[in-house]
């Protein structure tokens, strides 16, 4: 929280920069130590992973920004802003939707698409360091005040601290992958992860059978909790079928 203040106070304030900028910085070491600490006592050596995925990034960007390989065209600019705000408004969704039980389904899971999700989102913090370069280049060129390099300096830290968490997440969800790849259940492989045992979430549907006059379902599943959560959306389930599957070659080991 003290963080985000001190990033709001910086982001309303350039010229207060060299007093906000280093406030932030200590808050947010706070605050990525303790995730940090956390994820390293559940898999060890994440975090030096991400460390490295991040500061590899940093530099293969500032060497191919400063060599011309990539520019920060108007175009790049849009395209790059654009994402940013979606995946912003994609994670103000979930934390406003979390607060009335109502989860925005997959994306957070450790599945291919919850995993190609974080990929995504670690592209598009990566590309945000070209603009921060851009405009550290630009003020530099310029001549901007004084107060503007503490100002550039804090918006290349709040893209390395969003681009490390996200390093750290997908790397979390690929452990998860491997554990379930190596035979163990999803739902052993999430809880070991410190992850949901089941990240799906059955809300949209059960609204879509009360809009149609449903009020009474037999489930098909072999899980209690469908159950449970089909039930605390307003439907009846009189009769729980369980499911039975043969044993194959693709299956055998899970």
Known sequence: IGGLIFALITGRKPTWAPITAPLYAAAEGLFIGAISAFAESRFPGIVLQAVGLTF???????????????????????????????????????????????HIPFIHGSGLFGIGFSAFVVVIAALNLVLDFDFIEEGAERGAPKYMEWYGAFGLLVTLVWLYLENLRLLAKLQAYQLQDGGRDTVDANLELGLPADARHYGTATQVLRDLGVEQVRLMTNNPDKVRAVEEGGIEVVERTPLFGGINPHNLRY
């Open 56 to 102: 590899g990034t940093l530099f293969a960007l500032l060497g191919a920004y400063r060599s011309g390989l990539i520019k920060a065209t108007e175009n790049f600019k849009l395209g790059v802003c654009a994402a940013t705000g979606g995946i912003m408004m994609i994670y103000l969704a979930t934390f406003i939707l979390g607060m009335f039980g109502v």
